[in-house]
Nanobody
Framework: QLELVESGGGLVQPGGSLRLSCTAI????????IGWFRQAPGKEREGVSW????????HYTNSVKGRFTISRDNAKSTVYLQMNSLKSEDTGVYYC??????????????????WGQGTQVTVSS
């Protein structure tokens, strides 16, 4: 059974940090690009960050550039999202997803075939 399992979410004060993990089960993650997405209450899901299969190329949405870092450890079948200098507007459910198809932009949802269940990130004092 193919799965992506996120972990590492929680409650943090503004300015704090969290590291999210996305672990692949049932497939070889090193063959795939992985994206991180988030959905804030009452808002549509948005793309946050993307990494290619080797980790050599990354992309970030403008609102997180300089604060978030995506990385991967293929030996551990895990992709990470290090989030620093967190702001209240970073609050939401964070999902990782496997990109299986070419075409569209970095965060075109139709290009992703498996999604994790999500992990809640709450930034509040």
């Amino acid at each position: 059974q193919l799965e992506l399992v996120e972990s590492g979410g929680g409650l943090v004060q503004p300015g704090g940090s969290l590291r999210l993990s996305c672990t692949a089960i049932g497939f070889t993650v090193e063959h795939y690009e992985i994206g991180w997405f988030r959905q804030a209450p009452g808002k549509e899901r948005e793309g946050v960050s993307w990494i290619d299969s080797t980790g050599g190329r990354t992309h970030y949405t403008n609102s997180v550039k300089g604060r978030f870092t995506i990385s991967r450890d293929n030996a551990k079948s895990t992709v990470y999202l290090q989030m620093n200098s967190l702001k209240s507007e970073d609050t939401g459910v964070y999902y990782c997803a496997r990109r299986a198809y070419a075409g569209g932009g970095y965060y075109y949802s139709g290009a992703y075939d498996y999604w994790g269940q999500g992990t809640q990130v709450t930034v509040s004092s």
